[in-house]
């Protein structure tokens, strides 16, 4: 019986916390193993193109240790640089990728090197498709920074918009006969019909409800 020691890539810190990727690797290797069992498993956060990998070295030396074939989901798991993944298929430890089972090691140096290739076009695109973008204009960044921006941009504006709010003569009477109001004890609603009868409206030009009436009171401090 064949005894193996799996390893699985991921690339990110967010491919860590959502586990995207590797239960599908894991999903790979499950249907690839016919006869055999899975020894040890290890996991790496680490980009393709790096060289260091901590948990491979560990993998192979449990491979050495225990006489084990390390198996791979794909081959672009284990590297997606050439010099690195020949110097692997060259060591003394047994290397089975699941994409490319029956494939000899000349094999897997040229697909090897056409992976890089294509890494290396896609990584030429996408830095053209980013310098037209910002050519035109565009905002470019990572979406959690992206989204940070826009809720400042939101706080900013509502601070401006309460800013306004309270310079605005007609506001300012209303949150005047509002305290006045809380002074003589009336109730929200009392409020809101008070407000409606002498013409006060919203900033939308609307009646006033008794869910508004509250909301200014808080913004303003009045209860």
């Known amino acids: ?50 060289n260091d ?13 225990t006489n084990s074939i390390l198996i791979v989901a794909k081959l672009d798991r284990l590297s997606r640089n050439v010099a690195f993944t020949s110097k692997l298929l060259e060591s003394d430890v047994e290397i089975t990728f699941c994409d490319f089972p029956s494939a000899n090691r000349l094999i897997l140096h040229i697909i090897s090197s056409i ?3 294509e890494a290396g076009l896609i990584s030429t695109r996408t830095k053209q498709s980013l ?50 109001m809380v002074n003589e004890g009336k109730s929200p609603s009392e409020m809101t019909k008070l407000l409606n009868e002498q013409g006060f409206v919203t900033s939308k030009g609307n009646k006033f409800q008794i869910t508004q009436v509250n909301r200014l009171l808080q913004r303003y401090g009045i209860v």
């Open 1 to 50: 019986m064949k005894i193996y020691i799996s390893y699985l890539r991921q690339s990110t810190q967010k491919q860590e916390a959502s586990g995207l990727g590797i239960e599908a690797q894991k999903e790979i290797i499950c249907n690839h193993i016919k006869e055999g069992s899975i020894l040890k498993e290890y996991i790496e956060t680490e980009s393709g193109k790096r």
């Open 131 to 180: 310098h037209a973008k910002k050519a035109r204009g565009m905002q470019l960044g990572k979406p959690d920074n992206l989204m940070k921006k826009h809720k400042q941009a939101i706080e900013n504006s509502s601070t401006t918009n309460r800013a306004k709010a309270e310079s605005n003569p007609n506001n300012m009477r209303a949150v005047a006969l509002l305290r006045s």
């Open 115 to 117: 992976a890089e290739y």
């Open 53 to 65: 990998r901590p948990k491979l070295q560990e993998a192979l030396k449990m491979c050495r240790r």
